[in-house]
């Protein structure tokens, strides 16, 4: 029949033209697609008899009932849902703070918006405009939130410092910003360094406002905590002597403590420190230290200033606003107690261990242990984070009139290898 020759390279490829056998081959294959498309349109376009009309409409009505209940069922899923994040939003506290409501104060809103940035976006961050910070609780105390935010613009702010403690101790921290101005005190009388560590604080330079008592007589007669029994009484032996003379055996010295640290102690963190005279025996030493504090029932942000010291105005709700592995000790006593939750000592104690360095000591003194079960508790939960006991000391005080249970410890951090 011939061929039909392609020059391919040095080489030739030779294709043979098609033979009767193939090209009847072809016609067969032809008339099979033809035939089955026939018997396809009859099929769409024949009537059905009455048995498969029926069948058809039983099939139609079952597939209706079908499809009820799916959307029975998929309405049911979509109410679940809602439910749950109705709860998931009763138990975080809020997804976003509803600012559409009334009463919201002009200010809160104006500080919550969104800024963008004048230039775009920041090559750096990342970030293309600004977001406001606010704590996620504000939203359950929305009412006493906008009575925070309401004041006159660049004037004196009210005298509230009560108010944002009340919302700081519902969660409600970070607070939003105010662009008022915060009432003076006259700081009249403040002593040198490090003269002022030891000197008795005026009461002048206290702000007595929101606080059952109005000078420092009323405070020193009082038993505000476990930590804090006469504390603001610098001249009693029992302030004064206070990590340098040991009442009992659960009492550390600080010159002892300070021995055990590798690589030198240099910054340290207290939680709960009282009227500062952790960090005033410590500033003695060449040692910074930081006072978290709050000022329940006394002014203690401002005494632990007057004296020189650091203190931090912050609740343990919130995240240390530390960077990782920066202090060379952490202390803490019975203000580490956080309700009898034992998830949240969980997150607070993680939080200790961030910002600690490796090597570095944490001191719990004299932590004060209700019953067996809470102290096994906080045994467990220190043992999970591998720290060894270079000081671990139980022993009970009996100054209310009956026996109580103490835990002080010395723990040194690991180095932990990822």
Request: some cysteine; charged content about 25%.
């Amino acid at each position: 029949m011939g061929s039909v020759s392609l020059k391919i390279g040095d080489g030739t490829a030779r294709f043979k033209r098609a033979t009767i056998c193939s090209s009847a081959l072809n016609i067969l294959m032809l008339f099979s697609v033809v035939t089955t498309n026939l018997f396809a349109l009859y099929a769409f376009t024949s009537s059905p008899k009455d048995g498969q009309i029926h069948s058809l409409i039983h099939n139609h009505k079952n597939i209706s009932l079908i499809s009820e209940h799916v959307s029975l069922i998929l309405k049911e899923i979509d109410s679940s849902q809602k439910k749950l994040a109705k709860m998931e939003k009763e138990l975080l506290g809020y997804q976003s703070i509803d600012l559409s409501r009334p009463n919201i104060a002009s200010e809160l809103k104006l500080f919550l918006q969104h800024h963008q940035l004048p230039l775009g976006k920041d090559s750096r961050t990342g970030i293309t405009e600004m977001v406001a910070s606010v704590g996620h609780s504000c939203e359950k105390s929305a009412d006493l939130l906008t009575q925070y935010m309401t004041y006159k613009l660049s004037g004196p702010c009210p005298d509230d410092w009560s108010l944002a403690q009340k919302l700081i101790l519902r969660g409600c921290e970070p607070l939003p910003r105010r662009r008022c101005f915060a009432k003076s005190v006259p700081k009249v009388g403040l002593q040198s360094f490090p003269v002022s560590l030891w000197k008795p604080v005026s009461d002048k330079i206290v702000t007595w406002s929101g606080l059952g008592c109005k000078n420092l007589s009323c405070l020193i007669s009082k038993k505000l905590s476990r930590e804090c029994v006469g504390c603001f009484d610098l001249d009693n032996p029992n302030e004064n002597q206070r990590y340098i003379k040991a009442r009992g055996k659960n009492d550390f010295l600080i010159d002892d403590v300070l021995a055990l640290g590798s690589g030198g102690i240099r910054i340290g963190f207290d939680i709960g420190g009282g009227s500062g005279t952790f960090a005033a025996r410590m500033a003695e030493r060449n040692v910074t230290v930081i006072t978290n504090t709050l000022n329940v029932d006394a002014p203690y942000s401002e005494f632990i200033a007057a004296r020189g010291l650091f203190p931090l105005y912050l609740s343990l709700d919130h995240r240390f606003p530390f960077y990782d592995n920066v202090f060379d000790l952490v202390h803490a006593s019975s203000g580490l107690d956080v309700g009898g939750q034992p998830e949240k000592l969980e997150f607070l104690m993680f939080d200790f261990d961030r910002i600690l360095r490796a090597g570095g000591l944490f001191w719990l003194d004299n932590f004060y242990c209700a019953n067996d079960e809470k102290k096994s508790a906080l045994t467990r939960l220190i043992e999970r984070f591998g720290y060894k006991k270079l000081k671990w000391v139980v022993g009970e005080k009996g100054e209310t009139g009956k026996s109580e249970v103490y835990l002080s410890a010395v723990l040194q951090k690991p180095v932990r290898v990822s």
